[in-house]
Structure formats: C-alpha cells, structure tokens
C-alpha cells in the first residue's frame, strides 16, 4: 500500500536510476489525481492483461535534463510510462 | 297440357315471385337495421373491448370483423372522408383524435377486411389502410408479473431495475425483474469468473461459491501436479486458493450471482448459480497471459471432468495479441463454453485498435461495450461497428466488494459480468443449448438504443428478459 507521497518520492528515485543522474536533478513538475482505464493504470507492460475497471491514482510528472517525464500509480503499484517506448512496472 | 294445368302452374310461379320479393325487401331492411346501428350482427363481429398489457401479447389477424384502420393524407377534409365511406356504404365509427386523418372505418356490407383495406389503398386521398387487427392475451400464457428480490440495497441496482434513481433514465435497465418472473438461475450453471479471485467468504456470494463435487478427483496437470480445488483455481501461484486481493473478481462475481432474496446487500442476475472463482490476476489488478491461459485451461479440464462451466466472464485484457490466448479460447469453444469479454475502456474504436480477448474471432467471444444510466455509451467504453458485439451497463454498479462490503465500480469490467449473467440465466431454461445457439440468443435479445447505433454489432443493451424468452 502506499500514498501519494510514497508514490512520488519512488518515481524520483526510480527516473534518476533510469537516467544515471543523482536523484536531486529530478525535479517534481506536478502531480494530479486521475481516473485510470484499468488496473494497468493504462501503461501495461508486454503480456500484461489487466481489469478493465476505472482506477483511480496519480499522474505523476518529472523533469530531468529538460524532459518530462510521466509516473503513474495507485495504492496498489507506479508505473513508468513509456518511458523510451515503453511501460515499466516499478 | 289441360285448363287445370296451366292454373297450378300459374298459381306456383305467383307464389315464387311473392317469396323472391319478400326476401329481398328482408334483405334492404336488414342493411338499414345495420346502418342504424340496431342489426342483428353474428356474435363475431361484436366489437369487443381488446385488453393491451405489454406483455403475453398475440396478435391475430382477425379479418372476420370487417373494420379498417385508414389514414386519410393531410389536408384531406373530413367531408371528403365522409363523402368517401358512403361511396363504399361504410361508416366511420372512430376518430383517432391524437392523429388527425386515422379513422376507424366499419364495413356495412360483410365484406373481408383484406378487400376494404385493398380498396382504400387504391385511392389517392389514403396514405394507408391496414385491419384492425385484434389483439389478444395467449389463452395458454399468463401475463409475466415482474418479481422484485427483498435484498435491501437492489433499489441502488440501476443496472437490473432503472427506476430514474439518482436522475437516471427509467427503464434504461436490463429488465431483470420481468426475467426473473420466469427463472432466477440455476445451480446447475456454473459461470466461471477468471479474474482476481473471488472472495468465496462474502456472505452475499458463499452459497453461490461452486464446490468440487464429492468424487470428482483433484485437477491434475502433468507439468503442474494435483491441486485440491475445492472452491476454484489459483493459476498465479498454481494453488487451489482463489481468493480475491484486489476485490474486482469479488465485484464481477457479485453481478453475476450475489444471492438473491437473503435479505442481504444486493441481488445477482442470478439469484442461484455456481460461480468457479479462477485467479489469475493480483493484489494490483493485473497478470500474465500465461496465467491466463493456465486458467482457460483448469475451466476446460474441469468441464470434461462432468462440470457444467458454460460461461467465462472475462472482464480484463490489454491492446496486445496472443495467438496462445487466442487458441485456448477457441479450445474453449470447442468444448461448448461461452468466452464474454470486455471491449476495453479507452474510448477507442476496437475495429481499429483491437482489444484482446474481446477482439478476437472466435466464435465463442462475446465483446461487451459499458452504458451509463442514461443509455448513453459511457465515456471510456471502447466501441465497434464490427468487433464489439453488445452493451450492458457498466457505470456506478454496485456489487459485493471484500470483507462483506459493498462497493460502486465503473468498466466495462462491470458491463461484462452482466451479459455473463444473462447467459446463465438463458442456461437455467434451455440447459441444452449450443454455445453457438448461446450466442446468437444473447445477440438476438437486445433493445436498440440511439447511442449504440454504428458503434456496436447488434447496436442494443441486452435485455434479460427478451434472452429468457
């Protein structure tokens, strides 16, 4: 289980591990409730199936060396969302 | 010939002309009586009050009674009207006041509807002319009465009873209750729910929970090994516990079959039923096709083992194809089950974009699209002309949650679970009908709804009580 907060602080950890930066050049650009179209929270990874209930979660958005980038996560899970291309389950 | 002859010839042929006449002025005198109104008419053709319900009706041509429905065009005058049922000794005997030029047109002359409406078809001033058919109640069938479950919370079921709660549209619903005057389910109809699990315990669900028969061996899988699977399949950990962390496979297995008439929560479309909880999704919501497959198959080894699994409720999927997938449904199929599925919900057009399993073409799979209580497609419900069959609604349904909760969820994981319970439902009456014949009732068991038109195959939301029929 985890809360917005939690959800936010792993996403910033998780992006400067992508990017090989140190965590403090991520910078949180906004977070926003969102319904999501399933419990994929629309970003399934490969072979992934997922309920198609609306679910209710986080948009997340960070910045990074002049990009954005997108998390998203409920109390259950984050996703990175193609991130280069593609969806990744944290 | 002699004289006394020809005065008995003479006498009998006056005595004929005398008859002729007679019968001929009984002949006037009855036409006038009739067109008074004070004729002795045959007990047929008594107009008799017709009782209309909407439901048990039979229509009979009854051209025995010569009366004509005509609608005269507009801008026809009702001295033409007049003048035209004298030319044909007719009398109008109503006028439909709320549409001006119908008339009710009553023959004088014991001619056959069919003739009169043929001659007022022919005339410019008529638009059409059709009999009066009399409508009459089935003397073998009783009027359907609907019948409403005691449940305390089935007022907050807008999916199976729509009585414009919450601003809703009234009758914008599935007609449950006029299909459970016919059949509330069958626990000799097991609808399979492969999802999170099912929360066998709740107390809305446990007497609909499907249970091993006593003597039927474990499942056994070469690969896998024997799991005791008393209550169902847990294909992510290769268990025998099916239990639901996530509460979606719960809320799914709710709309299929929560108890009806316990005086608890809510009702199922079935009130009777056995729901086989297959997991294959976790805590978050989400698992492996692999799984999923595992699952498919647990379902077709159990039904070859004696268990009557007709229905898989799948309320889940994803926009990537697998051909693995694909082949155990149609396995499925072969095995005379019902896949229904869920058309997604990215308000995206699944004939281009498909959304798997829905999408597949099988002819098993039943592609569901979500209503709102409005009759409205709901906002994020996938759609398709081609690929996505039926509707159901599918916006703030309740149903059973985890822990003996109750919760609101909107999908058309929510949609889906509604035909899958209709389905049984059609089981519990026709339990010998093909999986293909299934289907096809399922699609035939619709009323059209504006929204729907272009954006589904039968371009209607089901109708429980038509799929009963």
């Known amino acids: ?90 | 010939m002699n004289r006394n002859n020809i005065f008995i010839h003479l006498a009998l042929a006056l005595v004929l002309i005398l008859v002729a006449a007679f019968a001929g002025q009984l002949n006037r005198w009855q036409k006038d009586w009739k067109s008074r109104g004070v004729g002795i008419v045959p007990a047929t053709d008594k107009k008799r009050p017709t009782t209309v319900t909407e439901i048990g009706l039979n229509e009979t041509r009854s051209f025995s009674r010569p009366e004509v429905l005509v609608k005269f065009r507009s801008g026809v005058s009702q001295e033409t009207i007049e003048g035209i049922a004298a030319r044909f000794h007719d009398r109008i005997e109503d006028r439909i006041e709320s549409d001006p030029g119908l008339e009710a047109i009553d023959d004088l002359d014991n001619v056959d509807a069919a003739t009169v409406v043929a001659e007022y078809s022919k005339l410019p001033e008529v638009e059409y002319a059709e009999p009066n058919f009399e409508i009459t109640l089935d003397a073998n069938e009783e009027p359907l009465v609907p019948v409403f479950p005691r449940d305390p919370q089935f007022s907050d079921q807008w999916a199976l009873q729509n009585s414009g709660q919450r601003g809703g549209k009234e009758g914008a619903d599935i007609s449950a209750p006029l299909a459970w005057a016919k059949t509330t389910g069958s626990e000799d109809v097991v609808v399979a729910v492969l999802d999170t699990g099912v929360d066998y315990n709740h107390e809305d669900l446990a007497g609909n929970i499907w249970t091993r028969p006593a003597g039927m061996s474990p499942y056994h899988d070469d690969e896998l090994g024997t799991i005791d699977d008393e209550n169902g399949y847990n294909a992510i950990d290769n268990a025998a516990d099916p239990m639901d962390e996530n509460g979606h496979g719960t809320h799914c297995a709710g709309i299929v079959g929560a108890e009806g008439e316990n005086d608890l929560g809510i009702a199922g479309v079935n009130w009777k039923v056995k729901i086989m909880p297959l997991k294959f999704m976790n805590a978050g919501g989400f698992g492996s096709t692999k799984d999923a497959i595992e699952a498919i198959n647990y379902a077709i080894d159990r039904k070859k083992a004696g268990v009557n699994v007709r229905i898989i409720s799948a309320s889940w999927g994803s926009t990537q194809r697998s051909r693995a997938l694909e082949e155990v449904i149609r396995k499925a199929y072969e095995n005379d089950i019902l896949f229904v599925a869920a058309a997604g919900n990215a308000s995206t057009n699944n004939d281009r974009t498909p959304h798997y399993p829905s999408s597949y073409n099988v002819p098993n799979v039943i592609s569901v699209a979500a209503l709102d209580r409005h009759d409205e497609l709901a906002s994020f419900s996938n759609y398709g002309a081609k690929s996505v069959a039926i509707a159901a609604p599918g916006v703030e349904i309740l149903s059973t949650w985890l822990g003996n909760q109750y919760e609101e969820k909107s999908g058309t994981s929510m949609a889906t679970p509604v035909v899958s319970g209709v389905a049984a439902l059609i089981l519990s009456e026709h339990p010998r009908m093909s999986v293909d014949e299934l289907r096809k009732k399922i699609l035939d068991s619709t009323d059209p709804i504006v929204a729907l038109k272009g954006k589904t195959v039968t371009g209607g939301r089901i109708n429980a009580a038509k799929a009963v029929e």
């Open chain 1, 1 to 90: 289980m985890s809360n917005k907060d939690n959800a936010v602080e792993n996403a910033r950890k998780d992006l400067a591990k992508r990017l090989k930066v140190d965590a403090s050049n991520v910078k949180e650009r906004s977070v926003e409730d969102a319904d999501f179209p399933d419990m994929s929270l629309g970003a399934a990874e490969d072979g992934e199936m997922s309920g198609q209930m609306i679910t209710p979660g986080w948009r997340i958005r960070l910045e990074a060396d002049g990009k954005t980038y997108e998390y998203r996560a409920d109390k259950n899970q984050l996703r990175a969302y193609k991130f280069k291309g593609k969806n990744h389950r944290i």
